[in-house]
C-alpha cells in the first residue's frame, strides 16, 4: 500500500510568521499599512493587501 504523503502546507503571506492555523498564533492588523491593507493608494506588500497578519501570541 503506496504510504499517504502530509497535506502541503498553505502558502504564506510576506509578513506571516506562521501559517493560518497554527496553535500560537493569531491575526493581528497589519503594522506596515495599520490594517488598511493599502499604502498610498497601492497594495500593501507586507499583508498583501488583506490589512491582517498572522502572528505568534502568548507567551511562554
Request: charged share 20%; glycine share 16%.
Amino acid at each position: 500500500m503506496p504510504q499517504r504523503q502530509p497535506p502541503e502546507p498553505k502558502q504564506s503571506k510576506p509578513a506571516e510568521a506562521a501559517p493560518p492555523n497554527v496553535p500560537g498564533t493569531g491575526e493581528a492588523l497589519c503594522p506596515v499599512c495599520s490594517g488598511k491593507g493599502t499604502i498610498a493608494g497601492r497594495k500593501c506588500e507586507e499583508c498583501d493587501g488583506t490589512g491582517i497578519v498572522i502572528q505568534g501570541i502568548g507567551g511562554a
